[in-house]
Structures are given as structure tokens and as C-alpha cells.
């Protein structure tokens, strides 16, 4: 569902914004006050968007057209054969995402979910509203570099820009370049493709580079920050199965779940999905240790079939099971109430009896937790505190905290640094190539509308020589594009929204 509280703030702030401009429209001693205001400042209002036009750096546009020409010429003519092969490649993609889509709708196999290769996008639906900074933050940045990409290419071409902008469009934000149209006009068709391709060559170079410096994000760190060390904590929730005294803290380094090595964010996810879908894994102890179930009442089953043999109100016991090294009838299975930690600290993982036989001198044996299904004892290593302990479902845990690869050297500098440019370069990177692939969509009002028209000038010309022809062929081809991208986002906003 859309959150309310949202829906309710944007409509209530753009309604504010509109009521003060109608008012100051028809004020007679502000109106006219009002509209030069706007004019000597380029700005343009209407409902739901607010537009903002420039000339300041058209300067630097010109600029960038004439730095090393033929180095221009072969970066140009690059985008050109990249926006042809995104125009077809972007129509694969969607009807790829349709077919996912449809699948999703009829079927009710939870694993199918989030599988869509492109998914809609609403803020406080599902995207979180503390990312929407990043976001919109990623999406500005690449509707720039788009713009410039086009004001560049079309410079070269000699085609005038008339200016540059912005805008926000509800929530959204963008920005636009505004060219001499009579010029557009008089160039051929492969110049006026390069200009067209030029603003999704550059977002997917923008893509490109963002992925390049999130993967060298380690080694430009590296004088302040060190990785491999373990997974640093950032943030805990509060009440969840993380926090407490014996929990996890803030700048705390866990190295390790269970047996399992932990050198960063991705081992931290990776054990933790690891022992979700392994079994319980069990502890060496001295037989002398061990309690007997009768000792603290008998042990008895839960509602699931598996054996408890602890009060239901202890918070420090636990109830292990483990084969009893001499029965009468052979080996049986026997149950125990142990105090957890005092059994489980410092002691060896095993798997069977054979693993405790193999590093244990004194006669021991292998218990594991007798916990209810799907539940998982885990020993959290955290130096240099002790163990915490974790009994419940394990992704629980994992969304109780808060990581990062990324360990400061000084104690002065910032946990939450590398965390800002992780999420900022992802946001950039899919937000980006996004733009890539839409922009290139053959459909009316995108950028690939005018790459199609310059594609079938180009190429057709000597085929189909009537121009009405072209132009008829170019128009079923866009309403073609144009219904597959409207389906894709319609029901991509029907599987966020109303499921």
C-alpha cells in the first residue's frame, strides 16, 4: 500500500505551492512583480512541476565540444552504436520483465518475488524513506550527465543549445537541455543520432564508472580505513535480538558465526543463510558435565514434534540432546537442561561423536540444542567481548544490525563514510543504467523515439523512398514500444502497490 502519511505531505505541499501562485497570478499589485521574478530567473510553474531554465552554463558546454575533436568524433560514434544496440536490447529487457511479471501474478510461490529484472520505484513503498536522499540524490546526477551529454554531442554537430535545466515532476527530479530546433533539423540523420544517443551513452558510462569506484571503494580507502578484519557494526535496533548488555554495540567486529569465518558483510549474510539451511550444529562437552532431564522434570514434546526439557520461563537454560554413551538397549537419545553459556563457552563444534572423540582427551560427548524447527542456536563472535548468544530464526539476526566491511584506522573518523558512498555509487548504478534502457525504448516522448526516427532515416532512405511510408513504419513501431513499456509499468506498479 502507499503510505498515507506521504501521499498526504506532497499533495498538501504542492497544493500550498499552487494556491501561493495563483494567488500572486492574480493579485493586481503582485502579478506583475511576480511574473518578471520568474521570468529574469527561469522559472515555470504548474501543477505537480516546477521547471527551472539557464544559460550560465552554456559556456562550459561550448568548452567541453572542443577538447580534442577527434577524440570527440570516436567517443560519439561510440554512443551511436551503443544507443542502437540499447534500442534492442531494452525491448528484450522489457518483454523479458513482462513475462516475469505475468509469472509473478499467477502464482503464489513466494520465491518468485523481486525477480523482475526492472522493477517500479515508489518512494515509501518500496523504497525505504531513509534511502530517499540516495535516491533522488542518484537519480539528479544522472539525469545531469544524460543533459550533458547531449548538450556536448550536439555542439559538436553545430547545433545551438538554447539552454539548460531542471525540474521536479511530483517527487521526482530531472533535467533537460533545450536545443535549436531549425538546426536539429538541418544536420543528417547519423548526426542527429549521434545526438540522440549521446544522453544514454553517457548514463551508461556513468554506470560503468560509478561500478568501477565501488569496486576500487577498498583500495581508495585504504590509508583510513582496512577491510578483512570482520564486519563492523553500525547500528543495532533497538529491542530487537541484537541489543541488550550481552548483544551487540556499535563499533563491535564480529569475526565469526558459529564455525563459520566472518571477514565481511558478505560472510556475515552468507553463514548466516548457510546455518538457516544446515542442521542445528552441536557443542563437545565432559560428560561429567551433563544433567539428566530428570533432574529438572521430564522432557516432552512441542506442539512441532521436537523435545524441549527446560521451564518454559528459563532465560538461561537450554535443552540439549545428545546419544548416551551406555545404554542398556544400545545407545539411546537422552535430553539435558544446561546452563548455556557456561556449557557452550570455549567448547568445540561438532557435528557427530566422532568430532569430539578426535580433540578431546577427557570422555565427552556431542550435544546439540533441542530447538523448535527452523530455530537456531548460533554462538556470535565479537572480540574482544564474549560470545553473544542467539536463539531464534536467523534472518531475524541479520536484519537486527547494521554492517559494513569497512574498519577506521583513527578513532576520529567516521563509521558511516563508506557506507555513504556504498549506497550512493549503488543508487547510481542502477539508477543509471534505468535511465540507459528507458531512454532507449523506442516510445513516444523518450529519447528513443527520436533514435528511431534517425535510425529509419538512415537506413531506409534507399528502400522505402517515400518518406510517409517511413514515417508510418517509425509510427507502429513506437506505438509497439510505447504499449510495452506503458504494460510493464502499469503492472509493475499493480505488483507494488495493490499486492
Known amino acids: 500500500m502507499i503510505p498515507v502519511p506521504l501521499l498526504v505531505c506532497v499533495m498538501a505541499a504542492w497544493c500550498a505551492v499552487y494556491l501561493a501562485d495563483t494567488l500572486l497570478r492574480t ?6 512583480s511576480y511574473e518578471s521574478w520568474l521570468a529574469s530567473r527561469g522559472l515555470m510553474l504548474s501543477p505537480f512541476h516546477l521547471r527551472w531554465q539557464t544559460t550560465m552554463f552554456n559556456r562550459l558546454f561550448a568548452y567541453c565540444a572542443r577538447i580534442n575533436p577527434r577524440a ?9 552504436v ?10 528484450v529487457l522489457l518483454v523479458k520483465t513482462l513475462q516475469q511479471t505475468l509469472a509473478q501474478m499467477t502464482t503464489d510461490n513466494p520465491r518468485m518475488g523481486g525477480q523482475q529484472t526492472l522493477q517500479v520505484v515508489v518512494p515509501g513503498v518500496n523504497l525505504p524513506t531513509s534511502q530517499l536522499v540516495y535516491f533522488f540524490s542518484a537519480l539528479l ?7 550533458l551529454g547531449h548538450a556536448v554531442a550536439a555542439l559538436r554537430e553545430q547545433v545551438r543549445v538554447n539552454g539548460f535545466g531542471m525540474f521536479v515532476f511530483v517527487v521526482y527530479p530531472g533535467a533537460f537541455v533545450d536545443l535549436f530546433t531549425t538546426h536539429l533539423n538541418l544536420i543528417s ?4 543520432l549521434r545526438i540522440f544517443c549521446a544522453g544514454v551513452w553517457h548514463n551508461f558510462v556513468l554506470c560503468v564508472a560509478a561500478l568501477a569506484f565501488l569496486f576500487l571503494l577498498p583500495i581508495l580507502l585504504f590509508p583510513v580505513y582496512y577491510t578483512g578484519a570482520g564486519a563492523l557494526v553500525t547500528e543495532v535496533v533497538q529491542g530487537s535480538a541484537a ?11 564480529v569475526t565469526g558465526l558459529e564455525d563459520c569465518p566472518v571477514r565481511g558483510v558478505e560472510d556475515w549474510s552468507s553463514c548466516l543463510s548457510h546455518l538457516s539451511h544446515t542442521p542445528q550444529t552441536g557443542y563437545c562437552v565432559p560428560v561429567s558435565s551433563l544433567q539428566p532431564s530428570w533432574a529438572h522434570g521430564r522432557a516432552f514434546k512441542r506442539l512441532d514434534g521436537t523435545m524441549d526439557c527446560c521451564s518454559n520461563n528459563s532465560l538461561t537454560d537450554l535443552c540439549f540432546s545428545y546419544m548416551k554413551p551406555q545404554g542398556r538397549n544400545g545407545r539411546e537419545r537422552e535430553y539435558a537442561c544446561m546452563p548455556v553459556r557456561k556449557m557452550v563457552t570455549g567448547t568445540r563444534v561438532c557435528r557427530s561423536e566422532a568430532d569430539c572423540a578426535a580433540h578431546s582427551n577427557a570422555p565427552s560427548v ?6 523448535e524447527n527452523q530455530t537456531r542456536f548460533i554462538r556470535v563472535t565479537h572480540p574482544p567481548n564474549t560470545h553473544m548468544l542467539f536463539v531464534g530464526y536467523p534472518p531475524h539476526l541479520q536484519y537486527s544490525v547494521s554492517l559494513t566491511n569497512f574498519v577506521p584506522r583513527l578513532g576520529f ?3 558511516d563514510l563508506p557506507i555513504f558512498l556504498e549506497t550512493f555509487c549503488k543508487y547510481v548504478v542502477s539508477l543509471s543504467g534505468a535511465l540507459a534502457v528507458v531512454n532507449s525504448v523506442p516510445c513516444f516522448a523518450l529519447d528513443g523515439q527520436w533514435m528511431l526516427n534517425a535510425l529509419l532515416e538512415a537506413t531506409l532512405v534507399t528502400v522505402v523512398t517515400d518518406r510517409q511510408k517511413r514515417e508510418l513504419i517509425g509510427f507502429f513501431l513506437l506505438l509497439a514500444g510505447s504499449a510495452l513499456l506503458a504494460a510493464n509499468v502499469a503492472l509493475g506498479l499493480w505488483m507494488v502497490t495493490a499486492r
Not at 493579485?27 to 506583475?32: E, G, K, L, P, W
Not at 546526477?141 to 543533459?147: D, K, M, N, P, T
Not at 540523420?189 to 542527429?192: A, H, I, N, R, Y
Open 82 to 91: 551503443f544507443g542502437i544496440v540499447a534500442m534492442l536490447g531494452s525491448v
Open 413 to 415: 573518523l567516521h563509521l
Open 27 to 32: 493579485s493586481v499589485t503582485h502579478r506583475i
Open 189 to 192: 540523420p547519423t548526426q542527429q
Open 141 to 147: 546526477l544522472s539525469g545531469v550527465i544524460h543533459e
Open 243 to 253: 541489543d541488550g548488555q550481552r548483544g551487540l554495540s556499535v563499533g563491535d567486529i
Open 366 to 371: 556431542c550435544v546439540t540444542p533441542s530447538l
Open 72 to 80: 570527440l568524433y570516436l567517443w560519439f560514434n561510440s554512443g551511436l
